[in-house]
């Protein structure tokens, strides 16, 4: 699809890699609705776009999200793409797992996304696209990341079905699965402390592919390991 006039909603814009995908968008042409919960990082983003439409949504607050959607939705007149970055990490054994930190991983990286692209998909024009951010870890769970691979293999799997199920409506579902990138979200974990993990991926070059990805009505961003870089499927 076209980015260039392009009416995109992105949700989790306050993060690193929703902010970066955000600016994306608008360099590209496309008018960019904004959706996160930290309210000042939103206001700052919107500013630096030139003043797009901004809305607060909870992911554990179903409400919030439907009203933030109606909202972006008003503001762009239409909707052609839904990217939702939000997400959130946790580290340690499965055997320790907190309940209460694994009912917020499983809320906000994997019910949360689904409820807002459920709510999203009756404004979605055909033709359209939805972006999810899993993570590589989707399809390699990895240790003292349990809940956090199960909560991406998850929402992956759902995305593999809804790709199949909107067929029809030409919508494509671009599931991408990042290898770790250096934002701080390993920092900001609900609990434990991360294990080594691999130098950071490059931010621009995955925007980059993102982007392409979805110009191209691709499924998949993965990492080629062979050649440590992110391919399109
Ligand atoms: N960084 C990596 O290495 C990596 C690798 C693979 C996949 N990913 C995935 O990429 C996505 C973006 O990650 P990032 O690295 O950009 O992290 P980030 O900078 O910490 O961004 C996380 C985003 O999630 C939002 N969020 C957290 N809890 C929320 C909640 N309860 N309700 C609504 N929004 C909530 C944050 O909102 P506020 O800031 O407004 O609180 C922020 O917009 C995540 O899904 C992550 O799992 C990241």
């Not at 983003?45 to 933030?68: C, F, I, K, M, N």
């Not at 691999?198 to 980059?208: F, W």
């Amino acid at each position: 699809m076209e980015l260039q006039g392009a009416r995109v909603w992105v949700v989790g814009a306050t993060g690193v890699l929703g902010g970066a995908l955000a600016r994306g968008m608008a360099a590209a042409g496309a008018r960019v609705a904004l959706a996160g919960r930290d309210r000042q990082r939103l206001a700052a983003l919107a500013e630096e776009l030139g003043g797009v439409p901004t809305q607060p949504v909870d992911a554990v607050d179903v409400e919030s999200g439907r009203a933030a959607l109606a909202a972006a939705v008003q503001a762009l007149g239409g909707l052609d793409v839904v990217v939702v970055a939000s997400g959130v990490v946790a580290f340690g054994p499965a055997a320790d797992a907190d309940d209460a930190v694994v009912e917020e991983l499983f809320a906000v990286n994997t019910l949360g996304p689904m409820s807002l692209v459920r709510a999203a998909l009756p404004r979605l024009a055909d033709g359209g696209a939805v972006v999810l951010l899993s993570a590589i870890v989707a399809d390699a769970p990895t240790l003292q990341m349990a809940e956090y691979s199960a909560s991406k293999a998850a929402l992956s799997a759902w995305a593999s079905v809804l790709r199949r199920e909107l067929r029809s409506r030409k919508v494509a579902v671009l599931d991408v699965k990042p290898p770790h990138v250096d934002t701080g979200l390993v920092d900001r974990a609900l609990a434990g402390t991360p294990p080594r993990l691999p130098a950071g991926y490059d931010q621009r070059a995955l925007v980059d592919t993102v982007l392409d990805g979805v110009r191209r009505g691709s499924r998949e961003v993965v990492l080629d390991p062979g050649a440590g870089t992110l391919v399109l499927r």
